[in-house]
């Protein structure tokens, strides 16, 4: 009975040392997650005025530099 209970007492160790790992993840995601919101925030409203007073000329930047596939060849 004592090795069982030894051995549940390194599981229930272990298992809160991942738990623990998995709270600072999830809290360092959330908070890189803010972060690049309030990026995306601050240019979004540094670009609207732009584009709400030239809407044509922002869909004409748009297509231009609209989604692209950039194929980078591994060296040899």
């Known amino acids: 009975m004592v090795i069982i209970s030894d051995k549940a007492r390194s599981a229930r160790r272990m298992a809160d040392s991942f738990a623990e ?3 600072d993840t999830i809290d360092r995601a959330t908070d890189r997650a803010a972060d690049t919101y309030a990026a995306a ?3 979004a409203e540094r670009v609207e005025p732009f584009v709400r007073g030239r809407p044509y000329l922002s869909l004409a930047f748009a297509a231009l530099a ?4 950039v194929y980078v060849k591994p060296r040899d």
């Open 66 to 69: 609209g989604p692209r596939v």
């Open 41 to 43: 925030r601050h240019v």
């Open 21 to 23: 790992d998995a709270r």
